[in-house]
């Protein structure tokens, strides 16, 4: 996810102007041949669906794979090998080797990690949750997705927090369509996280992608119905809600990466790569195998 900066933030209140596109006797029509809003928010074609269709496919299906690699004992370094050779396999790139400094391709984030774990030696305990984020570039298209594992069997607890943070993402997923905007997705992340008296964290947010990894505009995980730019059929972006049990503060360990609960509770983050159609949008990370987010701990139950 981006880092929130307070400068990309003056999005706010800015709508692109409703005289942008017309609705003429049922035809749309996208006129001034505009590719990009105000707020510099692409507008992608048809085709350019088909790209992120495939990028979204492939980091869903390592995502997939990589559940049957999660149990007590494996190190996290383990699992960011396979997903290298996943990468490999498929024919498509990390998009995270070498951004930044990064050298892996995944960041996996146990526990009261939030977010940018590195893989390392870390062997994972039963009872342990992890998110693992894996992006891919596939013909020059970036799919970014992310999900919650169990090695072994959760508690109750842990359980909870990832289906509220799970629930929580795809009731803001319900909430995209043109004419929405960019703050009802973050109210309903909000809403839905503190009315279980959980927290969504503030320093981290999605983000515009596409032909690049990370392009405006920030898409934050709380916020006001109604605010923020509108959304407009052909925006690319993700959504990706972390929520802490405790309270939303985080902080950055002395690795300048790995994002941490101030107050060392649980945290949990779903993360999809989407695109606004003419009347919802299309989920491009999907996982056709529906490993999204029935974790191995939901065979225990069932
Ligand atoms: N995939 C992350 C995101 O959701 C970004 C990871 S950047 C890395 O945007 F360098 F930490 F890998
Ligand atoms: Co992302
Ligand atoms: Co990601």
Redesign the pocket.
């Known amino acids: 996810?981006?880092t929130f900066s307070t400068g990309i933030l003056s999005l706010r209140g800015v709508g692109v102007a409703l005289c942008d596109r017309h609705h003429v006797e049922g035809i749309r029509l996208v006129i001034f041949g505009r590719s990009a809003t105000r707020e510099g928010i692409r507008l992608h074609s048809r085709e350019d669906f088909a790209g992120m269709r495939t990028a979204g496919a492939v980091a869903a299906e390592i995502l997939d794979d990589l559940c049957d690699a999660v149990r007590p004992g494996v190190s996290t370094g383990e699992i960011d090998d396979l997903t290298r050779t996943m990468i490999e396999e498929r024919g498509a790139k990390s998009?995270?080797i070498g951004?930044?400094g990064?050298e892996?391709a995944?960041?996996i984030s146990v526990n009261h990690v939030v977010?940018?774990g590195i893989p390392g030696r870390k062997r994972l305990e039963d009872g342990d949750i992890l998110n693992i984020?894996?992006?891919v570039v596939v013909d020059g298209w970036y799919g970014?997705s992310?999900r919650m594992y169990v090695a072994g069997t959760a508690n109750r607890r842990a359980k909870r927090l990832m289906d509220v943070t799970h629930d929580a993402l795809m009731l803001a997923i319900g909430q995209i369509m043109p004419g929405n905007t960019f703050g009802d997705i973050g109210a309903a992340i909000q809403h839905h996280a503190e009315s279980h008296r959980m927290s969504v964290v503030r320093e981290f947010c999605?983000?515009g992608l596409g032909r690049e990894?990370?392009l405006p505009p920030n898409v934050v995980h709380f916020g006001r119905p109604g605010t923020g730019p509108t959304l407009i059929e052909g925006m690319f972006f993700?959504v990706?809600p972390m929520i802490n049990l405790g309270k939303p503060g985080t902080k950055i360990l002395q690795d300048n990466?790995t994002a941490v609960t101030r107050d060392r509770s649980l945290s949990a983050q779903y993360?999809h790569s989407v695109g606004v159609t003419e009347n919802g949008c299309e989920i491009f990370t999907l996982s056709s195998a529906d490993r999204f987010h029935p974790t191995n701990w939901r065979r225990d139950d069932a």
Request: aromatic share 16%; glycine share 4%.
């Open positions: 996810m981006s998009a995270t951004y930044r990064y892996h995944s960041c977010c940018h984020d894996v992006t970014d992310s999605g983000h990894f990370h993700t990706e990466w993360e």
